[in-house]
């Protein structure tokens, strides 16, 4: 029941949020260090007293960057133009942030990564959902949820999945077999059953109305029907 209360506050919170994606200006100061390309095109700025860097191709568009928040949280970002966002990381406050090349030793704590027009494909990002890892959701062209995965807890792993019509379908993986359940956009619950190790039906699986009785009770080996009661 906590898992489903869990899901359902997720959708009904992402419904009030539009995902928009917004990029930072910042300003420059003097402590600057600069590296050029030969022909004399900006190639790099880096603070000398900040964490702030910037990279530039040969033709001046901007293909990397990284620089500190308002909230003290380090962000990364990777460009496939001058305006659209690639990838997108933020890093924990606590910790040191090393150049990309060397990577970095503190915890990930967000990262998003886009569509080539600039939407927003992916946020991964920590929640109270999961004891261990990221919870990471996953978005269409519209700014809707599409698929949500996360670990609750560890040797278990959940996925979600959303239909056009808002349908549901619950994944929870455990100890070898994934348990299933399927919603209609109201939440009330249309089917529940049981995968194997292999994905292929096992034991009992339930179909329900719209009042959530059983209508129907099939028996699954190895995802081959053995027996069906309505």
Same mark, same amino acid.
């Given at each position: 029941?906590?898992?489903?209360?869990?899901?359902?506050?997720?959708? #009904?919170?992402?419904?009030?949020?539009?995902?928009?994606?917004?990029?930072?200006?910042?300003?420059?100061?003097?402590?600057?260090?600069?590296?050029?390309?030969?022909?004399?095109?900006?190639?790099?700025?880096?603070?000398?007293?900040?964490?702030?860097?910037?990279?530039?191709?040969?033709?001046?568009?901007?293909?990397?960057?990284?620089?500190?928040?308002?909230?003290?949280?380090?962000?990364?970002?990777?460009?496939?133009?001058?305006? !659209?966002?690639? *990838?997108?990381?933020?890093?924990?406050?606590?910790?040191?942030?090393?150049?990309?090349?060397?990577?970095?030793?503190?915890?990930?704590?967000?990262?998003?990564?886009?569509?080539?027009?600039?939407?927003?494909?992916?946020?991964?990002? #920590?929640?109270?959902?999961?004891? !261990?890892?990221?919870?990471?959701?996953?978005?269409?062209?519209?700014?809707?949820?599409?698929?949500?995965?996360?670990?609750?807890?560890?040797?278990?792993?959940? *996925?979600?999945?959303?239909?056009?019509?808002?349908?549901?379908?619950?994944?929870?993986?455990?100890?070898?077999?994934?348990?299933?359940?399927?919603?209609?956009?109201?939440?009330?619950?249309?089917? !529940?059953?049981?995968?194997?190790?292999?994905? *292929? *039906?096992?034991?009992?699986?339930?179909?329900?109305?719209?009042?959530?009785?059983? !209508?129907?009770?099939?028996?699954?080996?190895?995802?081959?029907?053995?027996?069906?009661?309505?």
């Amino acid at each position: 029941m906590e898992i489903l209360n869990n899901i359902k506050n997720i959708f #009904k919170r992402k419904q009030k949020e539009k995902i928009e994606h917004e990029l930072s200006t910042k300003e420059k100061d003097n402590d600057v260090l600069k590296e050029y390309y030969k022909n004399g095109q900006l190639k790099m700025e880096v603070g000398l007293n900040t964490l702030e860097r910037r990279e530039y191709d040969k033709e001046g568009k901007m293909i990397y960057e990284r620089f500190q928040n308002k909230s003290g949280n380090i962000i990364e970002r990777e460009y496939e133009s001058d305006t !659209i966002v690639k *990838k997108e990381r933020e890093y924990c406050e606590n910790g040191n942030i090393i150049d990309r090349e060397y990577g970095c030793n503190n915890a990930l704590e967000k990262e998003k990564e886009y569509y080539p027009d600039g939407k927003l494909l992916r946020e991964s990002k #920590k929640e109270a959902l999961s004891e !261990i890892g990221l919870v990471h959701y996953f978005y269409n062209g519209n700014g809707d949820i599409q698929r949500i995965e996360y670990a609750p807890a560890k040797n278990e792993y959940l *996925k979600i999945f959303s239909n056009k019509t808002g349908e549901k379908e619950v994944f929870y993986e455990s100890e070898g077999n994934t348990k299933y359940k399927k919603y209609d956009e109201n939440w009330i619950l249309l089917e !529940i059953g049981k995968f194997d190790e292999e994905m *292929k *039906k096992t034991g009992e699986w339930i179909t329900l109305d719209k009042l959530e009785n059983p !209508i129907r009770k099939e028996t699954y080996s190895q995802g081959k029907l053995i027996k069906s009661k309505r």
